[in-house]
């Protein structure tokens, strides 16, 4: 996993969740480019894909390529469906291409093509969930309301009035964005070391 | 002849078996104590609201360490290292302060910055700074609300640096001392510090020729609105026992004491208008955190670099940091961000100035 | 010449309250009713027991020979009837054998005036003979056996130094034998140097011995020797051989095969072994700490009781928390009064309730007092993280084969970190040995 990647999908995370909607949208963007990326690369197979391993310059510009034309695709997407959105996400849009590539496959699996579109499919929502719960604390706590989409009489922003005047502002701004990234990393870390000594725990006679 | 003794109880142990008398926890308590002074006279000032946001400050370190050691069957209140933060973060706080503030800055101090790096000694910054920071970023308007203090002018209470500053960004640079620039925007310092001022003027400066300004003594002493610890002569007091005890080494506070009153004097002017060597040193070491913030907080071992070369390169930059900080730049005060990101400095500073040990000796075995 | 150095750095001050004042005349301690002798009083491997039970003995006697390359000889520091052979632990921990010897019979030469043998002339191998079936060992604490010290295969040696600095704060075995028996000193010395044949010969003695220096001069002129006399700081812990040879050389202290440090105590042995012919039974003690009501040097004979000599001092079982052999700062803690003075043995210290106080461990506040205490400039916070974290490599790349286990950091240390213990197990993890 190239770090330089890793670091290039921190962008969106730490500037897309200021608002729940923000980051909704760009899970959306990010579960759909994946799917349909790691379709596209399976269906060309004959093309190097990058599936040789992150040292693969050319595999992983073409990577690169199909994933930038899918984002493109739904950044048209986003403008016809909602303009408002479209705007307020503005530049960090194409970068789910890249976040794409973060997050994707790592090594050539030998998995056939619906596997593959499975695991996107999970890693994707893995990560739309892993934003979406950033985006919830820091937006909660450090604006003090809830935006969500409108939905008939509901204007699509919950307010919460005992923080709204008062809002806990450094989790707004990008350090606080770190905070909770951290603390969030910090607790999946800790669920999974005990996943993972309860299970070797289990296998022992 | 032997035999017929008793044998004593003994209790074999390693080596060594004896210890220096000064202890981490003494140390602690001391830093503590040390503060007392400075705490019953800015308790004194501003009475009940200025009990309150001590009280809740250091409720809310002790609370906060508590509910990180105690599921874990630690009990590390004894250390007096969380009565010493929330105490600190007290200090820095002024008294107008609504209770989430000190709540806030003394739990996240705890609970992020200390505790969630490993406890006492793990912390790479100083948890009573940071956690004032985040208070003052995320609440930049309750978090310096400050009420006059006792005796002091009543009127709207913005402690001297503020309304220096509002001063500034109204009328441009004033080009005067910044007694006088705040003399002229019609600050109001206390009747007593009035009537002092013109009797040593009368009596003790005007054969001399000197003059001092209004509000200099007021200046002095810490009786203005703002933090609730800003009385520096009674830090200092406090900071001197600390030294000769040695539980606080000189280096780091002094040097960035005299760095920030070197840097003031030479180049604050410039901010304020009044060119070179007129930059008021003497009112801007004696205003803000920074007394606080230089033996209470760049004193600090845990964030401290453990070389004395690199004691001093952190001293001038903690000076550097905090004067471009108030001078030039858009924070109040800067001490608390100066320090922050001077811990960020100190492990490069311990990598760079470590002496390289491990050299082999001559003709080893 | 003397020339008072300071102590290069670090180090640290113990309280000086332990400590026996050197002035104070060394008492004959007296005579044991049985004598504990083990095989093992030596650095080295145990000397080859030559008695069994119900043999009798007499004042002197050869009771274990030397076995191996690295051993000395054992004797019998009093008269009378062996009633038991067999094992017993040393305060270190070690076990080996060990001869009872019950008091008996007459005294060959104690109470007799003492007969000086010629040496004047002697070869070498003659001299280093004399002094190994003395069973000579380093008396400094260390227990090298001599004849082999004085014997360094085919080096030459550039520097001798009589170490008249006490090895611990408590002890003031070497100070007090300065001053009362300069004469046997400097001719133990001027035999060590007849020996060695060293580039330079200086006898460093301590700060509170200064007023000893302009005598010692005398006594080496006198005796037509060269040899320069040096005062030391004697800040603890400075009686340490690197540091004696550091600070005599003027360079940072290091192991240096070319520089062989006599202990004074060992230098006054020499001279009884070469001179008076009389194996090593007997050597002077510190006893000395706070429950004792009569801190005192003792001339005791091996084998006797601590707790004997602490019954001598005025020691109360009820204030005596724990008992050291050694000083306070490298001492080892014992659980057994029934424990024998060893050649080894350099001072007994009893301390008391409140100075046997565990205190809990705090964490590392990084404050920096165990780098300035340590002599050796080393980092101990960094070392002891890398101990306990396991990656003794990067431990011994930063310097941990300088450690001497000297105490000064765990000493200083606030928090009550065991520094100098898990540096020593970190060096000799894995049976590594390192330098020093």
């Known amino acids: 996993m190239n770090a330089a990647l890793l670091v290039l999908g921190l962008c969106p995370a730490i500037a897309m969740t200021d608002t729940v909607i923000h980051s909704v949208w760009i899970s959306a963007g990010l579960l759909l480019v994946s799917v349909l990326s790691t379709l596209a690369r399976r269906i060309l197979r004959a093309v190097p894909t990058g599936d040789r391993g992150p040292a693969d310059g050319p595999g992983l510009i073409a990577a690169l390529c199909v994933s930038s034309v899918l984002t493109a695709g739904f950044e048209a997407g986003l403008l016809a469906v909602s303009p408002e959105a479209s705007t307020s996400i503005g530049i960090y849009a194409p970068l789910i291409a890249v976040n794409v590539l973060a997050v994707g496959e790592p090594l050539p699996s030998g998995a056939t093509p619906a596997r593959s579109v499975v695991g996107a499919v999970g890693r994707g929502l893995g990560l739309g969930a892993a934003l979406i719960l950033i985006a919830l604390v820091r937006e909660t706590l450090g604006a003090g309301t809830i935006t969500l989409f409108p939905v008939g009489a509901f204007k699509g922003t919950i307010v919460i009035s005992a923080l709204v005047d008062e809002p806990v502002r450094a989790l707004g701004l990008a350090g606080g964005a770190l905070l909770c990234l951290g603390y969030l990393a910090g607790v999946l870390q800790a669920i999974g070391g005990a996943r993972q000594r309860a299970g070797a725990g289990g296998e022992k006679p | ?365 | ?436």
């Not at chain 2, 009127?155 to 220096?164: D, K, Q, S, V, W």
């Open chain 2, 1 to 365: 002849m032997s035999g017929a003794q008793t044998s004593p109880a003994l209790h074999p142990q390693s080596a060594p078996h004896l210890r220096v008398g000064m202890s981490t926890r003494r140390m602690t308590w001391l830093a503590v104590a040390s503060l007392v002074p400075a705490l019953g006279f800015g308790l004194a000032l501003f009475g009940i609201p200025g009990l309150v946001v001590v009280g809740v400050s250091i409720g809310s370190a002790l609370l906060a360490e508590l509910a990180t050691t105690l599921p874990f069957r630690r009990f590390t209140l004894a250390d007096g290292s969380a009565l010493l933060t929330g105490l600190i973060v007290g200090l820095l706080l002024p008294a107008g302060a609504p209770v989430y503030v000190p709540a806030a800055a003394s739990a996240f101090g705890i609970l992020v910055i200390k505790q969630s790096f490993g406890g006492l000694g793990r912390n790479w910054m100083n948890p009573a700074m940071g956690g004032v920071l985040f208070a003052t970023v995320s609440w930049p308007g309750p978090a310096s609300w400050s009420i006059p203090p006792l005796g002091g002018a009543a009127g709207p209470a913005a402690p001297p640096l503020e309304a220096l500053r509002s001063a500034v960004s109204a009328a441009g640079p004033h080009g005067a001392t910044p007694l006088a620039a705040l003399d002229k925007a019609g600050y109001a310092f206390s009747s007593l510090d009035a009537s002092a001022i013109d009797w040593i003027n009368a009596h003790l400066l005007a054969p001399v020729g000197l003059a001092f300004n209004h509000g200099a003594l007021d200046v002095l002493v810490g009786h203005v609105p703002g933090a609730i610890g800003a009385s520096a002569p009674l830090l200092v007091l406090g900071a001197a026992y600390l030294l000769r005890r040695r539980v606080i080494r000189w280096q780091l506070p002094v040097i960035y004491l005299a760095s920030f009153a070197v840097l003031s004097l030479a180049a604050g002017g410039l901010a304020s208008g009044g060119g070179w060597l007129a930059g008021g040193p003497g009112f801007h070491l004696l205003s803000g955190n920074i007394v606080l913030a230089a033996f209470y907080a760049a004193s600090d071992p845990v964030t401290s670099p453990l070389t004395r070369t690199g004691r001093w390169v952190l001293g001038i930059s903690l000076g550097a940091l905090t004067f471009l900080m108030r001078y030039f730049g858009s924070w109040g005060d800067g001490a608390a961000a100066a320090i922050v990101l001077g811990n960020c400095l100190t492990p490069l500073l311990d990598q760079w100035t470590s002496h390289r040990p491990g050299a082999a000796p001559k003709g080893a075995a």
């Open chain 3, 1 to 436: 010449m003397m020339y008072p150095t300071k102590l290069p750095k670090g180090g640290v001050d113990p309280p000086s309250v332990i400590t026996v004042p050197p002035g104070s005349t060394i008492l004959n301690a007296p005579l044991p009713p049985r004598a504990l002798i083990p095989l093992l009083q030596h650095a080295g491997s145990p000397a080859r027991c030559l008695v069994k039970p119900g043999d009798p003995v007499t004042e002197g006697m050869l009771i274990g020979r030397a076995e191996g390359a690295r051993s000395a000889h054992v004797h019998s520091s009093i008269p009378g009837v062996v009633t038991h052979v067999g094992p017993c632990t040393l305060p270190s921990g070690e076990t080996c054998d060990a001869v009872t010897i019950e008091l008996g019979g007459s005294f060959q030469t104690s109470g007799k005036p003492a007969v000086r043998r010629p040496w004047e002339g002697m070869s070498r191998r003659d001299l280093l003979e004399r002094i190994r079936s003395a069973g000579v060992v380093g008396l400094g604490g260390e227990s090298q056996p001599t004849h082999l010290k004085l014997a360094p295969e085919g080096r030459a040696v550039s520097l001798l130094a009589a170490n008249g600095l006490d090895c611990e704060p408590s002890i003031s075995v070497d100070a007090a034998l300065l001053r009362q028996r300069p004469s046997e000193i400097v001719e133990g010395l001027r035999i060590c140097q007849v020996v060695l044949s060293p580039g330079r010969t200086v006898l460093a003695i301590g700060d509170q011995s200064e007023d000893l220096a302009a005598a010692f001069e005398g006594l080496i002129a006198n005796a037509g020797m060269k040899a320069d006399v040096r005062v030391l700081p004697s800040r603890y812990p400075g009686g340490h051989e690197q540091l004696v040879a550091s600070a005599i050389a003027g360079r940072p202290p290091s192991p240096d095969p070319s520089v062989v440090v006599i202990n004074v105590a060992t230098l006054h042995a020499v001279f009884e072994a070469v001179v008076l012919e009389k194996p090593l039974i007997e050597r002077v003690i510190s006893v000395s700490g706070f429950p004792l009501a009569r801190p005192q040097n003792l001339k005791v004979r091996l084998g006797v009781r601590i707790g004997d000599l602490l019954e001598e001092c005025g020691g109360s079982a009820t204030d005596t928390r724990k008992v050291l052999v050694g000083g306070p700062m490298r001492g080892l803690s014992v659980d057994s009064l029934d424990l024998p003075v060893t050649k080894s043995t350099c001072g007994i210290l009893a301390l008391g309730a409140a100075e046997a106080r565990t205190a809990k461990e705090l964490p590392c506040i990084r404050c920096g007092a165990c780098i300035e205490a340590c002599p050796w400039d080393l980092v101990p916070t960094r070392l002891f993280k890398l101990v306990r974290m396991g990656d003794t490599d990067a431990a011994f790349r930063e310097g941990l084969g300088r450690c001497t286990e000297c105490g000064c950091c765990s000493y200083a240390c606030p928090s009550r970190i065991p520094l100098s213990s898990i540096l020593g197990r970190g060096k000799h993890a894995n049976g590594r040995e390192g330098h020093g």
